[in-house]
């Protein structure tokens, strides 16, 4: 079973700041199968990134995915104030669907 | 506008059962592997299982697995989970979500919450 350690755990910024989190994989992963996700509160998370760096339809050009093998990390250029949020990463394939623990993008 | 809308769930007794259903629209339900997907109160993402497009092919997180089956009816653009012998630590908002070589769309969510 691949275990996804994503880090930091929280991420304490000002709008405007680069946001650089990383996901680590517990051994190699097929980058096709790398998303990333925002979750803000009470609402369900929403792709951003998939095939570890590909934008999902009407995600902003500022988030950015990148990373192969066993490291992958998702950038956030300049944090805008709806960006303050907590972002999985997940490798998924037909029969498994596993999630990194989350980070949580917070306002300084 | 592909719709997924999650309902069925409630507040259940320890070892009682559950069936939660996803209400799909906007797409062609009969195409895509399908996905339940949980959070515990507070807590992240969790994986719970997968079907193939025409319900020949099933997967499930070790935890639920023996314990919760899903299903689907294409025929009603519908995917179920069936959920018995519920467990404290099932409490949880429970998602379906619709696969497209990643999770694409994903329903609003219904709670479960299991407590005596």
């Known amino acids: 079973e691949i275990v996804l350690t994503q880090s930091p755990g929280t991420l304490s910024l000002s709008p405007g700041e680069r946001a650089t989190l990383s996901c680590r994989a517990s051994?190699?992963?097929?980058?096709?199968?790398l998303a990333w996700y925002q979750q803000k509160p009470g609402q369900a998370p929403r792709l951003l990134i998939y095939?570890?760096?590909s934008r999902a339809t009407g995600i902003p050009d500022r988030f950015s995915g990148s990373g192969s093998g066993t490291d992958f990390t998702l950038t956030i250029s300049r944090l805008e104030p709806e960006d303050f949020a907590v972002y999985y990463c997940?490798?998924?394939?037909?029969?498994?669907?596993?999630f990194g623990q989350g980070t949580k993008v917070e306002i300084k | 506008e592909v719709q997924l809308v999650e309902s069925g769930g409630g507040l259940v007794q320890p070892g009682g059962s559950l069936r939660l259903s996803c209400a799909a629209s906007?797409?062609?339900?009969?195409?895509?592997?399908m996905s339940w997907v949980r959070q515990a109160p507070g807590k992240g993402l969790e994986w719970v299982a997968n079907?193939?497009?025409?319900?020949?092919?099933?997967y499930y997180v070790d935890s639920v697995k023996g314990r919760f089956t899903i299903s689907r009816d294409n025929a009603k653009n519908s995917l179920y989970l069936q959920m018995n012998s519920l467990r404290a630590e099932d409490t949880a908002v429970y998602y379906c979500?619709?696969?497209?070589?990643?999770?694409?769309?994903w329903g609003q969510g219904t709670l479960v919450t299991v407590s005596s």
């Open positions: 997940q490798q998924y394939g037909s029969s498994w669907g596993t």
């Open positions: 051994q190699s992963v097929s980058s096709s199968y």
């Open positions: 095939g570890a760096s």
């Open positions: 906007g797409f062609t339900f009969s195409s895509y592997w």
């Open positions: 979500a619709r696969i497209n070589w990643n999770y694409d769309y």
């Open positions: 079907i193939k497009q025409d319900g020949s092919e099933k």
